[in-house]
């Protein structure tokens, strides 16, 4: 069982709290440029962005109110009042309120909020039950998505949660040095699984997000767990693993290995993949689009003639959230800016044969990207007795 690390007992927690104030004040003033009235923000990796308190998803509303215009204020159910206060969010003057069993949290918040809202925003992943709650409650008020409120904010990282970024992403890289102790003929995708998770938490993280080992056919299936399949010689393995540290910040990495040597197709379609990829991370830098870098690694692939292998787009947004924005796909025209960070993840599955993929998390500099992985891409092909 993974244990929880309070974030002040991380040496680079004090960098992190020290951005609290500034977030809240940030989101104040985009909240206001949207024409938005208040933000409210439940349990969630938005949650814990602004105020740096992990609460727990409870059916009792836990919420953070942010007026355009006033102070804010964090809404718990009072046995989390405690936890509360003792989080990061105590510490930032933001006025904590425990409401009992008895009460209307509801009605507790609408009454704090300007009596003139008539715009309010609910982060993205707020429960619908509590939505329609808000509704009732709120009756002459419009509720509206935050994400475009606080994509702004999150997708930026400051020089604080880059280095977060890079601990995160060095954790996982020990766990992928260690890939031959586990990877061999006769043992199950679940038994190598298992191994796996325990070394996450054993390299830095406190919980494990998720493991896929996809051996032989399964290789071609890009969100594969495990299963009872027995891992045979000669078999590409995909081995996409990820979790969170104790800042709170997510690590995604995936290597493709194989038990002995594989079929020569497959060395084949590896070196068009470890191409493309070498190719985007070097295109990374600032101003280029999502949509173009993701054109840079799928032209090279396409050219090859597995365009219509490659099946997902190349990356996704990473910090609090294992997925957020930029997305690195087609029909985004966003520029891309120093300070974002993201997956390069480029793959190709040959379906019911085998596939590969090799990932690793980039951040934009001022001039150009850095990776964020520091293990090798070569196929690493491991002994098969």
């Known amino acids: ?39 409210l923000v439940s349990p969630g990796a938005d949650l814990r962005y602004l105020t740096g308190y992990h609460a727990l998803p409870l059916e009792r509303l836990t919420c953070l109110a942010l007026p355009a215009d006033g102070d804010p204020f964090l809404v718990v159910p009072a046995l989390e009042e405690p936890a509360a206060r003792a989080s990061a969010a105590g510490g930032l003057g933001v006025e904590i309120l425990g409401w009992d069993e008895t009460d209307d949290p509801y009605a507790l918040v609408a009454g704090r909020l300007p009596g003139d809202a008539k715009r309010v925003a609910v982060d993205n992943h707020m429960w619908a039950e509590k939505l329609l709650a808000f509704r009732t409650a709120m009756p002459g008020t419009e509720q509206v998505l935050a994400g475009d409120v606080l994509r702004e904010l999150r997708m930026r990282k400051s020089p604080a949660e880059t280095e977060a970024l890079r601990r995160a992403g060095a954790a996982i890289d020990r766990v992928h040095r260690r890939m031959g102790e586990w990877l061999r003929p006769g043992r199950t995708e679940q038994e190598v699984g298992r191994d796996i998770a325990e070394a996450i938490l054993e ?63 497959f060395r084949e379609l590896y070196t068009v993949l470890e191409r493309a990829q070498a190719a985007q991370t070097d295109a990374v830098r600032p101003g280029i689009t999502a949509e173009r870098l993701d054109a840079v690694g799928r032209d090279i692939i396409s050219a090859a003639g597995y365009g219509e292998s490659f099946i997902h787009r190349t990356g996704h947004g990473i910090g609090l959230s294992t997925h957020e924005e930029p997305y690195i796909v087609a029909g985004s025209n966003l520029p891309l800016e120093p300070g974002m960070s993201f997956s390069i993840e480029p793959g190709i599955y040959l379906a019911g044969r085998f596939g590969a993929r090799i990932e690793d998390i980039v951040t934009v500099t001022e001039d150009g990207g850095e990776r964020l992985n520091q293990t090798h891409r070569e196929l690493t092909v491991l002994p098969a007795d």
């Open 1 to 39: 069982m993974a244990v929880m690390i309070e974030p002040s007992e991380h040496p680079s927690a004090s960098a992190l709290a020290d951005e609290g104030a500034s977030r809240l004040a940030r989101a104040r003033e985009v909240t206001a440029a949207a024409g938005i009235d208040a933000l």
């Open 203 to 265: 390299a830095g993280h406190v919980t494990v997000d998720f493991v896929i080992v996809g051996s032989g056919p399964n290789s071609a299936s890009p969100h594969h767990e495990v299963s009872e399949r027995i891992i045979r010689t000669g078999d590409p393995v995909v081995v996409d693993i990820g979790g969170t540290t104790p800042e709170g910040y997510c690590s995604d990495s995936t290597r493709t290995y194989a038990v002995g040597e594989p079929p020569a197709e």
